[in-house]
């Protein structure tokens, strides 16, 4: 037995599926973990010792790639400081700066201690501000776990929807709009019959159904629609934010949300998660306003100075390039792919990729889910025997990070040409 299944085994006694985060057990691509000793640049080592290139990258925090030395060496200085003061310390103030800095909507930002906490509180200030209860969020993307956003679609109705999983109220959801990604029209139709929704949440490049991009004019319309019916939008920017370039996608597509939710990168590996946005929304919040948001660890010393090492070195970084090796590796794996005859479809944005096994175009969840998740299921296995670990499940983002060396990409390349289907 290898290190990795006696530990699977005894994990999976102790916690729940042996994980604490489900994607991880693997079971959509029917095999079992791989448990992971170390991990520095763009490898990750096994507890059997096996070193393997990582296009996961911890699910997107690790852009700079593992382990960076000036990342390690903030959090080694902060940890001789004191773990946690539950006061206000400067590192937090640095950090609140760098993204005020950076992300063109964020005038005033509040760091709480995950992505979920982020888009859980934007939506709270978004329905406090605007005095309405609707949130419209679109079917494959994901905000996170909590309640309001584990939503379905039910059957008929287009803006009927059921509970995503047992332990969420039916009445929860019932605030809870859903319309397809990159159908404006559907938006419209929302607005045109309920007078109260408070905002609508959108990835602006969605990764959490495999990779999808905004159709031209979706972002804007998402824009004109919420500014004329006094809702906010909301971009969730968890994935892209410090990633699709250093302002984010609003950067990339030049529009200006009322609120951002930002977590994975900006907390360099931490858990951090941050809301932020125009300052007469954000000052609603307490204590400069009534509507409550709090957090034991919020502004942790060493996740503020975890995230302040990776933007500064983000700053400065070659995104461009980045994206021109991203672009060349994901359409050679495209092409090698489909001269063994399966159908791909390849999306891709600065570092992210998605090789969907389906012919295009892929615009929305429905599309998303024609993927043959057999086929992929085949490639990751292969692909990780080969020494490359893929995401284990057809429907996520490749991560690149500045740590990926030509001779990554090489040998990815390689183990794909081998791959039988
Ligand atoms: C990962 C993710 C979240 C949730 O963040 P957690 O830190 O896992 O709570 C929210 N929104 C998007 C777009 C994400 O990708």
């Given at each position: 037995m290898t290190a990795s299944a006696s530990l699977f085994e005894k994990a999976q006694k102790l916690i729940p599926g042996g994980v604490n985060s489900p994607v991880r057990a693997c079971r959509s691509v029917g095999c079992d973990p791989l448990f992971i000793a170390s991990a520095a640049g763009s490898k990750m080592t096994t507890v059997e010792g096996r070193e393997m290139i990582d296009y996961v990258m911890s699910w997107g925090p690790m852009l700079l790639g593992h382990g960076h030395p000036s990342v390690t060496a903030a959090i080694h200085a902060a940890v001789d400081w004191g773990a946690s003061f539950g006061a206000p310390s400067p590192g937090e103030v640095a950090l609140a700066e760098a993204v005020v800095d950076a992300?063109?909507?964020?005038e005033m930002v509040r760091m709480v201690n995950s992505g979920t906490e982020a888009t859980m509180s934007a939506v709270r200030l978004a329905r406090g501000y605007t005095g309405k209860s609707m949130i419209v969020k679109f079917e494959g993307c994901y905000h996170g776990h909590s309640d309001a956003f584990l939503a379905a679609a039910g059957s008929g109705l287009a803006t009927f929807c059921i509970p995503?999983?047992?332990?969420?109220?039916a009445d929860t959801v019932r605030h809870t709009l859903l319309a397809p990604y990159n159908d404006l029209e559907a938006v419209r139709t929302l607005f045109e019959t309920r007078p109260d929704i408070a905002c609508v949440i959108v990835e602006?490049?969605?990764?959490?159904?495999?990779l999808v991009p905004p159709a031209p004019g979706f972002l804007e319309g998402l824009r004109e629609l919420t500014a004329r019916y006094d809702a906010l939008l909301i971009f969730d920017?968890?994935?892209?934010?410090?990633?699709?370039?250093y302002g984010g996608a609003q950067a990339v597509y030049g529009i200006d949300p009322d609120l951002t939710c930002l977590g994975k990168i900006i907390g360099g590996g931490l858990p951090v998660g941050a809301y932020g946005g125009k300052r007469r929304i954000m000052e609603r919040i307490a204590p400069c306003g009534d509507v409550y948001q709090a957090g034991?660890?919020?502004?942790n010393p060493l996740a503020m100075a975890a995230g302040l090492a990776t933007l500064t070195q983000l700053k400065k970084a070659d995104y461009a390039g980045l994206e021109a090796r991203t672009t060349a590796l994901s359409e050679e794996l495209a092409a090698i792919l489909r001269a063994k005859g399966v159908p791909v479809h390849l999306a891709r944005a600065a570092s992210l990729f998605t090789l969907f096994?389906?012919?295009?175009?892929?615009?929305?969840f429905d599309e998303a889910k024609k993927g043959d998740a057999a086929l992929y299921a085949a490639f990751y296995n292969q692909m990780r025997d080969a020494g490359v670990l893929l995401a284990p499940s057809a429907y996520e983002c490749a991560f690149t990070s500045f740590a990926h060396t030509d001779d990554d990409f090489a040998r990815t390349l390689d183990a794909a040409k081998r791959v039988k289907f």
């Open positions: 992300v063109p909507g964020i995503g999983t047992p332990g969420v109220p602006p490049v969605a990764g959490n159904m495999g920017e968890v994935i892209t934010g410090f990633r699709l370039a034991t660890l919020s502004g096994f389906c012919d295009g175009p892929v615009t929305n």
